[in-house]
């Protein structure tokens, strides 16, 4: 049986309280709600997906390597707050072949300055920010095309 392309799925800091961390913001989406529409999507598009979570920096870029090393197709990485403040993270997107797509529930230029600049942009292959839980899906659906 061939083995479906994988679609690394990271979150960052914090994401693990989606739901109820701020909802007039981030939403009343659990990561486990996107995850299970992830997966839905992902089957219907003959992917597979990946999904994790770590409030550790370190985490996230062994992630991107291994995604690399495991020849994953793309990945998707919403950064949460180490958008703002990671060169380390910047550096491990711009090592690495597979293509990362930003993502974002809410819209970082409608909120306070310090949001408004990305580390990751700059090295991403593309940004979807401001959709909600959505965010996640279109960016799968672009994944997919790679």
């Known amino acids: 049986m061939a083995t479906l392309p994988t679609v690394y799925v990271l979150n960052g800091p914090n994401l693990n309280l989606l739901g109820s961390r701020e909802p007039e913001v981030y939403g009343s989406d659990t990561l486990d709600d996107i995850a299970g529409r992830l997966e839905d999507r992902a089957q219907a598009l003959g992917l597979a997906v ?14 991107l390597h291994e995604a690399q090393a495991e020849g994953a197709k793309a990945v998707i990485l919403n950064p949460g707050g180490l ?23 809410s819209n970082p230029q409608a909120r306070e300055s310090f949001r ?31």
């Open 50 to 63: 990946e999904i994790r979570q770590s409030n550790h920096e370190g985490h996230l870029i062994d992630w």
């Open 83 to 105: 958008t703002h403040t990671s060169v380390a993270l910047h550096d491990a997107v711009k090592a690495i072949a597979t293509p990362v797509i930003e993502v974002h529930l």
């Open 116 to 146: 408004r600049r990305s580390f990751v942009a700059p090295v991403a292959a593309g940004s979807i920010a401001g959709f909600g839980a959505s965010g996640y899906l279109l960016a799968l659906d672009a994944a997919a095309s790679f």
